[in-house]
């Protein structure tokens, strides 16, 4: 095939990531987007492969059959509790696969000084990625403490690093061998200063890190078509360096911090806030399933507890037994709930709960005063009345779901322990609060066998 | 100049994918960051080239593992964001009778 085909044939497949990422934004068409953006892929890899440019076949036929296996399997695996974890893995093979096209690239003939820095930035952004994301998914996965792990010098240690790195950047520009020890250095650099930027961000971060990490791996294949001049990889790489952009600023607004703050500032670390001074009152699952059968609308606000517990599914069945009862049944659902941007409504869906029952924070709010029960499951901070309320707290800004104005406020906790981010919250004192202790996912069965009995 | 050449291609992307992404509803966003995820597997493209020269012992090896590590990306990309995707489903009908819990594990 001629250049020019091969180069025709990218317009058609950037075309496709185009149609499909632009249809990803209806529930409706998403499936079809996905399938879109993955015909382009695959077009994009067939071209490529009957480029003249390609001589041997026997190592990509058997490093792609290796790759595929594996992410087929894994894939299908994974649990949708999992997901911020594999997504992070995935997200971490494709930083070091970028970073590996940089490092091949140094053995391209007719290299230019342009050329060697566009190499020196997929090397290093692709190695960030992929340590990041292996740190990130230790966190995920609690295979590591997923606190904030904070030290001292820890500015001035990265601050090092990267003088370093830019450093034995220049010096590996200004002579560019291929065995250069400054390369190497660039290489273990990076993937240190990827273990360093996530290691002091705490578990309840993780959504603006995985949204960043996201980020920096479109930007990695974007270095790296760079480094081989090659259009569909800056086009589709910097597609979802923005992606990740938008979706890590949409993270942090939603919890009313600037980036710099989610990175910088080891959040779990700070404990100032004002305790609340109350007292609760507990209620037994008879007399909840009481107050939810003469309910005419309920709102169920999940948290990635109701995740831990494993309750999705019984709270499905508790909102068909309301609709069934004649009550109007939502799902609002905070933006940062969960682990990633979006898992509370994938865990929703799975447990068969329909689309147009998950209500966003913002759509929720102004109608919230009607709503007669609300039912918080494993979620904390994202509806603690202190974010409005009381100016001490970390969290005082942090836009979040009003629940303490609904007619009635049903809490399911296990005990009372403060939630991630160790702040107390007002709203288990509230007078229209009940507090429903024990397992979720045991009190939520509980007033599902009262309905039924 | 080749370079701004391709400069001028990622700045109008960048805009594009603003464009793009900031239509999406919140309720997609998992999928969307996998989606895309597997989108910037794009970088398979670049590894293939690097893989199969035939240029030198290191730079096949270099490239073959790329290859490996971008499959990954894309193929388990691209299959994970379809099994999500194809859980979204609308309310069908009246709410049907209570008691069915689903034959889901």
């Known amino acids: 095939m001629s250049a020019e085909l091969i180069n025709v044939c990218y317009i058609v497949a950037a075309a496709l990531f185009i149609f499909g990422l632009k249809q990803l934004g209806s529930p409706a068409t998403a499936v079809r987007g996905n399938l879109l953006s993955a015909t382009g892929m695959l077009i994009a890899i067939v071209v490529t492969l009957f480029s003249r440019g390609i001589l041997e076949f026997q190592w990509i036929l058997a490093a792609a059959a290796v790759g595929a296996l594996i992410g087929a399997v894994a894939a299908q695996k994974v649990a949708m509790t999992a997901m911020p974890e594999m997504v992070a893995l995935f997200n971490g093979s494709g930083g070091v696969a970028s970073l590996l096209v940089g490092w091949a690239a140094l053995y391209n003939t007719g290299n230019t000084t342009f050329t060697y820095i566009t190499i020196l930035l997929s090397v290093l952004i692709g190695g960030v990625t992929f340590s990041g994301s292996i740190i990130a998914w230790g966190k995920l996965s609690e295979v590591m403490p997923s606190r904030a792990l904070v030290f001292g010098a820890q500015r001035a240690v990265n601050a090092l690093i990267l003088i370093a790195l830019v450093a034995c950047g220049v010096l590996f520009c200004l002579d560019p061998a291929l065995d250069s020890p400054y390369l190497y250095a660039v290489v273990a650099l990076s993937l240190l200063f990827g273990v360093m930027v996530v290691i002091p961000i705490g578990g309840a971060d993780m959504p603006v890190v995985i949204s960043l990490l996201n980020s920096y791996s479109g930007l990695a294949a974007c270095a790296a078509g760079f480094a081989i001049q090659n259009n569909i990889l800056i086009v589709a790489g910097s597609l979802v360096g923005a992606a990740g952009i938008i979706l890590t600023n949409i993270m942090c607004k939603a919890m009313n911090r600037s980036l710099a703050n989610v990175l910088f500032s080891g959040f779990g670390a700070v404990k100032t806030a004002s305790k609340v001074e109350g007292e609760v009152k507990p209620i037994a699952a008879e007399d909840a399933f009481l107050i939810l059968e003469a309910a005419s609308s309920v709102a169920f606000v999940p948290g990635y507890g109701m995740a831990v517990a494993q309750a999705q599914h019984v709270v499905r069945e508790l909102g068909e037994l309301l609709e069934g009862n004649g009550a109007e049944v939502s799902y609002a659902i905070h933006p940062v709930a969960g682990r990633m941007p979006g898992h509370m409504n994938v865990l929703l869906a799975e447990a068969n709960v329909p689309y147009d029952q998950l209500i966003e924070m913002d759509d929720i709010n102004p109608r919230i005063e009607n709503i007669d029960v609300a039912v918080v499951i494993g979620a904390n901070d994202v509806v603690n009345p202190a974010a409005r309320e009381d100016e001490d707290s970390p969290i005082y800004g942090m836009p979040i779901i009003n629940v303490d104005q609904a007619r009635t406020v049903f809490v399911l906790k296990r005990s009372m322990a403060s939630g991630f981010a160790g702040v107390d919250n007002p709203l288990f004192f509230g007078e229209n609060t009940r507090m429903l202790f024990g397992d979720a996912k045991a009190s939520i069965s509980a007033v599902v066998g009262e309905f039924k009995s | ?105």
Request: hydrophobic share 55%; no cysteine; net charge neutral.
């Open chain 2, 1 to 105: 100049m080749e370079a701004v050449f391709l400069a001028f291609v990622l700045m109008l992307s960048i805009f594009l994918g603003f464009e793009l992404i900031s239509k999406v509803p919140a309720t997609l966003h998992t999928p969307l960051m996998s989606g895309a995820n597997a989108i910037s597997g794009i970088t398979l493209v670049g590894a293939l080239t690097s893989a199969g020269a035939g240029i030198e012992a290191m730079a096949t090896i270099l490239g073959a593992a790329a290859v490996a590590f971008a499959t990954i990306n894309v193929v388990g990309g691209y299959l994970v964001t379809n099994r999500m995707l194809s859980m979204f489903r609308k309310k069908e009908g009246p709410p049907q009778s209570a008691g069915q819990p689903g034959a889901s594990a």
